[in-house]
T-cell receptor, first 113, second 114 residues
Framework: DAGVIQSPRHEVTEMGQEVTLRCKPI?????LFWYRQTMMRGLELLIY????????DSGMPEDRFSAKMPNASFSTLKIQPSEPRDSAVYFC???????????FGNGTRLTVT | AQKVTQAQTEISVVEKEDVTLDCVYE???????LFWYKQPPSGELVFLIR??????QNEISGRYSWNFQKSTSSFNFTITASQVVDSAVYFC???????????FGQGTTLQVKP
């Protein structure tokens, strides 16, 4: 089975540009999560979806961040406009049901200059 | 509030030594799940184990073992006869109640020297 697939693996952009990160969860998984990892703050949950519906977006840092899940097999995390402090590794994860292990993608390393 | 604390920021051992990584959690929920993940230098997050709050039985998987004690709110991870390939950042994590949110500790960086 294919795992969680994220694209791109690396993204370098200039401050002010729009950035879109993509995620394909494991087929059959009902929950999808977006995390951000930085040295200073560790692994932070940004938002998670259950059955394509956003359940908790309290971790989204500000209005520049938005996430969508138009169907069970695709999600996006958008940053508009991007800022240097957004530089981090962004992970997508999915799980089969509540309490099940989360399976993570390989992450997108974002660098905003 | 839910919280996971990994007090050890970095641990360095010599190959073949045993090492224990500590994890203390906080939650008011009676139903919760505890996890350990490994993040090797390549950066991916690898699931190692899940325990639920109703099962305090310790578990062993090869050189890995886990000790879950509700009385001390701890879920410690021991690597026996460590190897260089065990060098990684190890995260303890918690899902409490019906939130569905996986909350991570700050991680412990383990360096195993040859």
């Amino acid at each position: 089975d294919a795992g969680v697939i994220q694209s791109p693996r690396h993204e370098v952009t200039e401050m002010g540009q729009e950035v879109t990160l993509r995620c394909k969860p494991i087929s059959g998984h009902n929950s999808l999560f977006w995390y951000r990892q930085t040295m200073m703050r560790g692994l932070e949950l940004l938002i998670y979806f259950n059955n394509n519906v956003p359940i908790d977006d309290s971790g989204m840092p500000e209005d520049r961040f938005s996430a969508k899940m138009p169907n069970a097999s695709f999600s996006t995390l958008k940053i508009q406009p991007s800022e240097p402090r957004d530089s981090a590794v962004y992970f997508c994860a999915s799980s089969a049901r509540q309490g099940s292990p989360l399976h993570f993608g390989n992450g997108t390393r974002l660098t905003v200059t | 509030a839910q919280k996971v604390t990994q007090a050890q920021t970095e641990i360095s051992v010599v190959e073949k030594e045993d090492v224990t990584l500590d994890c203390v959690y906080e939650t008011r929920d009676t139903t919760y799940y505890l996890f350990w993940y490994k993040q090797p230098p390549s950066g991916e997050l690898v699931f190692l184990i899940r325990r639920n709050s109703f099962d305090e039985q310790n578990e062993i998987s090869g050189r890995y073992s886990w000790n879950f004690q509700k009385s001390t709110s701890s879920f410690n991870f021991t690597i026996t006869a460590s190897q260089v390939v065990d060098s990684a950042v190890y995260f303890c994590a918690l899902i409490a109640g019906n939130t569905g949110k996986l909350i991570f500790g700050q991680g412990t960086t383990l360096q195993v020297k040859p």
